[in-house]
């Protein structure tokens, strides 16, 4: 069945090329200029993503958020400013799933709208088909990540973490003590054939250190091996 996925961003310019690009990768779309538009249409025939600028003229990214997550919770992917971190970080407490900062690939953006799909998806198809059950939950020391609720916990205190960045700790979490080279993390969460930057991994793993020590500010599991990559240590 042909996933819909909507767009709310006020740049014309964005909405047409991100839905020329999605149409012919095989989705379907809907596109509003502003959040007050998009809000009711969310709501009364959800999609089943959408995709949400933060700047918006009359209702803001944020703000269709919060209102959106009172009655629905279709998966979200924000697009963002480079310098926006605090409402990333804002956004993602709020419950999106993801973002992607401006300028963006689109080739990057849907491979993110897959893999959140697939993760969407999965419990709902293992449940409903007798197949084999969500994966279980990972615990390693202090971490617990649950993939199949998309939830991470540190010595109990809750970490939000884009898909992205959960499927590398994930990645890094199942071996304990075992580097993995920065291919090895591309692959894991990029798995579209999406050509990124090592850099992008090394930003990736700054973002999760940093968040992990919001909760705690002692973090250390996730060792840089310079030349080699990274690795999670248990203790």
Not at 92 to 113: E, H, N, V
């Amino acid at each position: 069945m042909t996933a819909t996925i909507a767009l709310v961003d006020d740049d014309r310019n964005i909405l047409t090329s991100v839905s020329i690009a999605l149409q012919a990768d095989g989705f379907s779309t809907r596109v509003y200029s502003d959040g007050e538009a998009a809000l009711k249409a969310l709501i009364d025939n959800p999609p089943d993503l959408a995709v949400l600028d933060i700047k918006m003229p009359k209702m803001d990214g944020l703000e269709l958020l919060r209102r959106l997550r009172e009655k629905s919770q279709i998966p979200v992917i924000f697009l963002t400013s480079k310098d926006d971190e605090l409402d990333e970080a804002l956004g993602l407490a709020m419950g999106a799933d993801d973002y992607i900062a401006k300028p963006f690939s689109q080739r990057l953006l849907i491979a993110r709208i897959r893999a959140i799909l697939r993760r969407a998806e999965a419990p709902a198809v293992a449940l409903g088909s007798g197949e084999e059950p969500p994966q279980p939950v990972l615990v390693r020391g202090r971490l617990s990540m649950d993939p199949a609720r998309h939830r991470v916990t540190w010595n109990g205190g809750p970490v939000t973490l884009t898909v992205t960045e959960f499927l590398i700790l994930e990645t890094l979490a199942q071996r304990p003590g075992i580097v993995k080279t920065r291919n090895q993390l591309m692959d894991a969460a990029y798995q579209d054939d999406i050509y990124v930057d090592d850099r992008t991994i090394d930003s990736h793993i700054k973002r999760i250190r940093r968040k992990f020590r919001q909760v705690d500010s002692e973090f250390d599991a996730i060792e840089t091996l310079y030349g080699a990559g990274y690795r999670f240590s248990e203790e």
